[in-house]
């Protein structure tokens, strides 16, 4: 996995707010770039220099075998789940739907840095392999708002990632 790409994934899971989440597939769809896979992978290797709780599955389970940590965070944060952690830390969801965060203009402008800065990067070749991995290559050209180089979509975030971004971070 290329280093500016796990830096940009980890940009993007710093932007998030207390009490919301965004998806692994959401974070990778924000920088048109790898999947949910890379971005499950990045958070495995470095997410605990990050908020990671506030990045997960599509389904709003949070990550395998922190389930009890990250309940705690929810609970502080007044993150919106369903059900109630067990003795294990399982049993709850994040209800995705209503947490799901939505940048405003300023994050959009730093996410519009972030998604040009790692495309350069990635186009360049300049940067070195951190380690074995899945390689995060940009994918089809960005989509502009408004001719102003911004990727912005029509509509809130929505998951389409949905479904497929079921990893483990």
């Known amino acids: 996995m290329r280093r500016d790409y796990a830096d940009a994934v980890l940009a993007v899971a710093d932007l998030i707010p207390p009490g919301q989440v965004l998806s692994y597939g959401d974070i990778a769809e924000l920088l048109d770039a790898g999947g949910p896979r890379q971005v499950g992978a990045v958070m495995s290797a470095r997410g605990s220099e990050v908020c990671w709780w506030r990045v997960l599955r599509s389904s709003g389970q949070p990550p395998r075998s922190h389930e009890a940590r990250a309940w705690e965070h929810y609970r502080l944060e007044g993150t919106p789940v369903r059900g109630t952690a067990d003795d294990d830390g399982a049993g709850y969801r994040v209800r995705i739907e209503a947490a799901r965060w939505q940048p ?8 519009d840095g972030l998604r040009a800065d790692l495309h350069d990067a990635l186009r360049a ?15 089809a050209a960005p989509q502009t708002a408004g001719g102003s180089g911004r990727r912005r979509p029509a509509a809130p975030i929505s998951g389409m990632s949905a479904g497929h971004d079921e990893v483990d971070p």
């Open 125 to 139: 070749g300049t940067e070195t392999a951190s380690s074995a991995g899945p390689s995060a290559t940009p994918s």
């Open 104 to 111: 405003g203009e300023a994050e959009w402008d730093r996410l």
